[in-house]
């Protein structure tokens, strides 16, 4: 039987060549011109910083805990709970070596990685030890549920990812909102609902190891099914994904088996992220569209005659009420004071959350007394009040949101450790900082942070504001004010918040030996 014979013998009557999926994810990425190259590896500069992985998108958010927190739990509290877990019925009767391996280590593991949580309840000690089996019930599932709701948050954020490839593997110009078009319409709910069962799902499946294997293939499609249409079902794109990998399970782990050379290369500092990650994410994608034209499915649930290399798109941009991704806002005085606050207490939160979970500890964060950090505040104001402009130009908004983050970060901490002697925060241990006071990563997260203030925080408060009224919104103002006020009076007066983990003291001698 010939090669071109054996293509239309397969299931579905798909030609299936691993040399055409690579070349057609080689053409999409280098052959589509310079900007369609540009923004595709933005848009994957972006997704990484975020975390987000390109196939299946399990990044598990909760790895930040178990680097921070590793360690700082109690050695007897983590032993309590080994000798407990091998104590249960069903656990008691293994052999001696799987008890004492695989079960002490999962347990150990389980208190590592959710340390807070056994610090919190290790408050009362007396507790801890009279209640060991709920406290391990009550770990156990806080891991599941935080695993389920990163997996979730990762593969819903991705889902404009894969919007964004495959309609990149038709045109050379796709606008960078097309990420968000699958949101619109009141879909939000119904997307979040539907990956909280494809999480759940997943992870009952992963726990059999090879059962979870078998399934990741299988319902490999349900997010870009979900991705080119956003109202369909779960059981419905679960059915689907079943049907189109039917036959292809082994080939697609080829596919993925083809990539070892280029993941051996990105090795190489500097070549992955822009060179090795872009092709290989276009892969599965390449493997969707493919799959996609199987004559032996179900076709109605597919709505994109796009992705059959005819026609237009037809899910439209996603509509902000009230805003728009290519217009400027207006905003008056008052909407810029509560934004102000908002963003201040905003920044307070997750600064006390993220010292929280490193440090397990909580800290009022800032040199002022109450829930407030003006740095987030004016940043956020800065941002929305010069750059609101720019929301035609992306690009152009994101570097100028660095920039003016970046300028405002450094001369912040110059004034508080001129003024002040103290430092409240260091990044000489960062990548890529400039004297401890900026680093790559916060000016990015300033940048990121700086497009959802424009594009979604902005005008939410605007709107929250028309909503209760101009007279009322003056009197917020007014109160919030009065109270910003009074506390940078205690500042100057007692000054400023200096407690325990917030600033590091600088003495002269310090200072002096930067320059020794």
Partial sequence: ??????????????????????????????????????????????????????RAASGEIDIIDSRFGAGKVNAEDIELL????????????????????????????????RSWFINLLAVNHHYVERNLGEVLAFTAIIVALGYCLASFVSRGLAIGQYRYLMECRFSDDVKIKRIFAPFGKGRMRHILFTMIIYGAVMLLWQITIIGGVIKGYEYAFVPYLIAENPDIKWREAKRLSSAMTKGYKFRMFLVDLSQLPLIILGIIPFIELPLITPVTA???????????????????????KGFDGAGDFVMPDLQIKGSSFDKADK??????????????????IWEVSYHLVKDHLFFNRGFLYGPWLPIYGFG????????????????KLFVSAMILCGI???????ILEFFYNASYWDYKTMFINLNGRVCIAGL?????GGFLGVYL???????????????????????LTALFVADIICVLVFGPNGGEGVGQKLEAAVRLSRFL
């Fill in 408 to 414: 405002l970060e450094y001369l912040t901490s110059f």
């Fill in 82 to 113: 080994q000798d407990y877990s091998l104590t249960l019925p069903l656990i008691r009767d293994l052999p001696d070596d799987i008890k004492n391996t695989l079960v002490r280590d999962t347990v150990g593991e389980i208190a590592l990685s």
């Fill in 282 to 304: 276009m892969l599965p994608v390449n493997i969707y569209l493919t799959l996609r034209g199987r004559d032996d499915i179900d076709r109605s649930l597919f709505i994109e």
């Fill in 444 to 448: 990015l997260a300033f940048a990121l």
């Fill in 331 to 348: 905003y008056k005085v008052t909407d810029f004071i509560i934004m102000f606050y908002t963003f201040c207490l905003v920044g307070w």
């Fill in 1 to 54: 039987m010939s090669e071109k014979e054996n293509k239309k013998a397969l299931p579905g009557n798909v030609t299936w060549s691993i040399k055409q999926i690579w070349t057609d994810a080689f053409n999409t990425v280098y052959k589509r011109g310079f900007k369609a190259y540009v923004m595709l590896f933005l848009v994957f500069f972006v997704f990484s910083f975020l975390g987000i992985v390109h």
């Fill in 380 to 395: 956020g104001v800065f941002i929305i009040f010069f750059l609101n402009r720019f929301k035609d130009n992306k690009p």
């Fill in 457 to 479: 925080l902005g005008p939410m408060i605007r709107r929250c504001l028309d909503h209760i009224g101009p007279k009322k919104t003056k009197v917020l103002c007014i109160a």
